[in-house]
């Protein structure tokens, strides 16, 4: 893996390869240098070590801790000589110990269940005792009652007559006979009925107490042997256990000798076909150099007969370009000279028009001639009339005046129509030398214009003709240039088939080179795939003998477990049979001293006082000696307890010993130097402090709750901690999530999370769009700073800011991705729900909340503009997040599904009108949400 890591990775310039000098104490490097780059947290072994501990599993942090109230830390022991266990540690010695942890675990099991047993024995042994004795005082003291005298008083009176009290263990005779026994005195022969039935009744008890004594040695008898059968299968268990595993050595031996053979002939194998395979190279190779000396050959003559061509037509080119800028050329100035005929056509047609121009105007001035003429007649025809009659005196008055003044104006009309008809004749004289002038310019024009076409005719068929020589000289050129460009190509590929050829040059050296190198690689592989193969067929050793060794031990294992289950039936029928015998023997001890205390009467009452004296103060002696006697037990049993809980002590110690030493694994080396962060357990935070700067802490969410919850001394020290060290918080399980901002708040770098859509994802997005989702946030500098002081003081919880938004709209507010489907479609009715999470010790309070109203059937552009706003008192502004979320409040269901949300760090928030953005459950911005926003004006004080 950690090859494969290298090779991927590494050879992509992707992977973070830790400096090999690197010490415990060296600065980790900079978010910055780690840009771009891959950084793999996992174990890296001590120095000297081979071996690391795998003892940091999050589902098992989740539901268990390390102990840390006994001052024994287990892992302390993992890389040290320890040859046996105490209740307050490990014993250690420099010495070289050949047990193994099982071993010593057996050893610290077998020792505990030794002196529990001890123990166990004891504490039968001294409740009987203090059983025993409690009856005898019982006894004594309602025989003492029934004398009417304590034991000193008896003692007294004894002491001081002729009789004497009898000393333990003598016999005693009154009247009648009297025997002692241990536990009572016996009067026999007496007078009275109740001592003869008290007499006769204790041989019963005698009988029963000699039972149950049977009975209780048979069960301490068989409690023995039981004790020595589990001692002996436990004995037999651990012979079956070394067998068992001198027999997996030898076999996991004899495995890796054939699975070293076997691999040393694979590579064998796999070096021949690669020496085959470098050979097949070399061949094919030499083949390649060949093709490509042919081909390189092939392209020089190509290139030669292109370059040749290109020249040609490089030539041809040059010359039907020249030919086309002469005939364009040419074409140009017969062009230039059919203008300039067009020209002067152009003005002789301008003429022309003038000329016409003129004629009209003299045709025009003619006929205004020849009518002026016209009217002048017309007019002294009519004077003539008048005059006429003037003269023949049709007209009153002076006729002589009137004819005269008509005569004149007559006279005036005959002018005029003289001076129109002079003017007329004038005119007429000027429009016929116009009109000789038009034709002769009509016939100039017309030659002008045949001028001006033949002039044109021929300048386009010279224009056709350059046109014909450039599209030839265009088709030479595009010629030219194309084989130019096949000479280049021709050219490039000679040099490319030269380099190929070098190139194939180059690899049949190198394939040579490898193909040596793989035939001796091949030779050595073989040479050492015969050792291993013979090294295989004689160290395998026989196991034969370690197999007749495991199943003679298996049986001999049965047998004692035979044994053993039946030792442990006898013992809990003889336990039985003893708790049977101590029954019947309490109640005939009940009876017997019912019978003894009426016995007592009446001796007292027929004045037997010497007697019944006598036996109170030998049952007050007797209960005294079996008092002794468990108070010895008592002590004993102190003893064999302290011992037992010495040993079980030691083995509680012993088996967190063997479950670390069963975790400590061998690691790859290349691996652990690959690796930059070190994974670890958190056992107390002074042990913590010593370890190297790589080393991560994990801790599962509750567990910073807890330690949050202990006060501000121990979120101090997971602040100093994580100032040089790294930590990392997870939630607590697969499908749930857990705040992140109370593991930031105390200095955490990681703050794992399940792609869970929630209201704490919603605030991990939010702390992550401080700087546009680009990457890693930097840490408040008072989790950074070398002094923190007071807590409160570095959050500034003394220097609170008080956070208000008002909710005024909202735009193109979607439904809910979350409607189930068959829910019948209905127009949105949204609230807003705004939160604040503090990063101070306040996080373990529920987070203050604010609601808006309901706004009814409308999610394009819902109003709220409400008089109450959400305000808040944000203790530690630097990690404190304001969370915006948009639900959709359904009457019938009564349930509230989610629209949208947004989370904004405080120290981002900006007073004034704002545009918070909405994001799905999906963290997305697309589609129907691709608009949708809330406006909000805030304050910030």
Known sequence: ????????????????????????????????????????????????????????????????????????????????????????????????NNATYEQLFKTAKHDATEANATAKSLSIQYDDATRRAAQAQNHADALLRDVGMSYEELKKKRGSGSDHVAEEGTEIVFDGEVAFDEDRVVVKGAENKAAEIAAAFAETVE?????????????????????????????????????????????????????????????????????????????????????????????????????????????????????????????????????????????????????????????????????????????SDKLTDEIREAKSG?????????????????????????????????????????ENKFED?????????????????????????????????????????????????????VKNYDAVLTST?????????????????????????????????EGVQDTSSLEEDVSSAQTDCEAFQSV???????????????AEARLAHEKNCLSLASLERDAMSELLQKEHAQQAELLAANAWENAKALAEIAKDLKEDLAEANSVAAEKAGALAIATRFKEKKRRVQPISQTLSKLTLLHSCSHRTWAKSMKKPNWTVHNFPDQKIVKMAEVGKEEWTKMVEFNKNHFSRAYPPSSSRNYNPLLPWAMGCQFSSMNFTRNKFMLLNDGRFRENGNTGYVLKPEYLCSDSLGDLDDAMGCHR????????????????????????????????????????????????????????????????????????????????????????????????????GGAAIPVSCMREG???????????????????????VNVKII
């Open 1 to 96: 893996m950690a090859k494969n890591i290298e090779s991927i990775l590494g050879g992509q310039g992707f992977l973070y390869t830790p400096d090999p000098k690197l010490t415990p104490t060296s600065a980790l490097p900079s978010p910055a240098d780690l840009i771009g780059k891959v950084l793999i947290k996992s174990k890296r072994a001590m120095s000297g070590e081979s071996t690391v501990l795998n003892d940091d599993f999050d589902d098992e942090n989740r539901i268990a801790a390390a102990p840390e109230s006994d001052g024994y830390d287990s892992e302390d022991d993992v890389y040290n000589n320890v040859v046996a266990f105490t209740s307050s540690g490990s014993i250690k010695t420099e010495a070289k």
């Open 207 to 379: 009988e029963s107490r000699l039972v149950f004594s049977a009975a209780s040695a048979e069960a301490r008898s068989e409690t023995e042997l039981f004790e020595i059968a589990r001692q002996d299968l436990a004995e037999m268990e651990m012979i079956l256990a070394e067998a068992k595993e001198a027999l997996e050595e030898v076999s996991n031996r004899n495995r890796r000798l054939k699975e070293a053979a076997e691999r040393g002939l694979a590579e064998a194998r796999s070096n021949r076909e690669y020496a085959d395979n470098a050979e097949s190279r070399v061949a094919a190779v030499k083949a390649l150099l060949d093709k490509s000396h042919d081909q390189a050959v092939s392209s020089e003559t190509v290139a030669g007969t292109a370059d040749a061509e290109a020249k040609i037509s490089e030539e041809r080119a040059c010359e039907a370009e020249a030919r086309a800028r002469k005939a364009r050329a040419k074409a140009d100035n017969e062009k230039e000279k059919a203008n300039k005929v067009s020209k002067k056509e152009d003005e002789l047609e301008e003429k022309l028009a003038s000329y016409r121009k003129v004629q009209s105007e003299l045709i025009e001035a003619i006929n205004s001639a020849q009518q002026r003429a016209d009217d002048a007649v017309a007019m």
């Open 913 to 935: 009108y704002r545009c918070v953005s909405l994001f799905d459950s999906n963290n997305s911005r697309s589609g129907a949400m691709k608009f949708s926003s809330l406006l």
């Open 564 to 578: 053993y289950d039946l030792a442990k039936e006898s013992k809990e029928k003889a336990v039985w049979r003893a």
């Open 394 to 434: 049709s007209f009153d008055g002076d006729a002589k005046k009137v004819a005269e003044r008509k005569l004149k104006e007559r006279q005036s009309c005959m002018k005029n129509m003289d001076v129109a008809l002079a003017e007329k004749l004038t005119l007429e004289k000027e429009l016929r030398d116009a």
């Open 800 to 899: 609170p800011r008080k956070v208000t938004i008002r909710i005024l709209s909202g735009f193109c507010l979607p439904k809910s991705i979350d409607i189930m489907p068959g829910i019948q479609k209905r127009t949105i009715n949204p609230f807003v729900v705004v939160t604040l999470y503090d990063g101070s010790p306040a996080s373990l309070l529920p987070p203050p909340t604010f609601s808006s109203g309901v706004v009814k059937g409308n999610g394009l552009n819902p109003i709220w503009d409400e008089n109450e706003a959400a305000s808040f008192t944000c203790l530690n502004p630097a990690l404190g997040i304001v969370s915006f979320a948009v639900y959709d409040h359904d009457d019938v269901s009564k349930k509230d599904l989610f629209i």
């Open 441 to 493: 310019l009509r016939r100039k024009t017309k030659l002008q214009a045949k001028a001006a076409a033949s002039a044109h005719k021929q300048a386009d068929q010279l224009g056709f003709i350059a046109d014909q020589l450039e599209d030839h000289a265009l088709e030479e050129r595009e010629a030219a240039n194309l084989r130019n460009t096949a000479c280049a190509k021709a050219k490039q590929s």
């Open 505 to 537: 040059e180059t690899q049949l050296s190198e394939a040579e080179r490898a193909a040596e190198e793989a035939r001796e690689l091949a030779i050595v592989s073989r040479e050492k795939a015969e050792q291993l193969t013979k090294d295989a067929t």
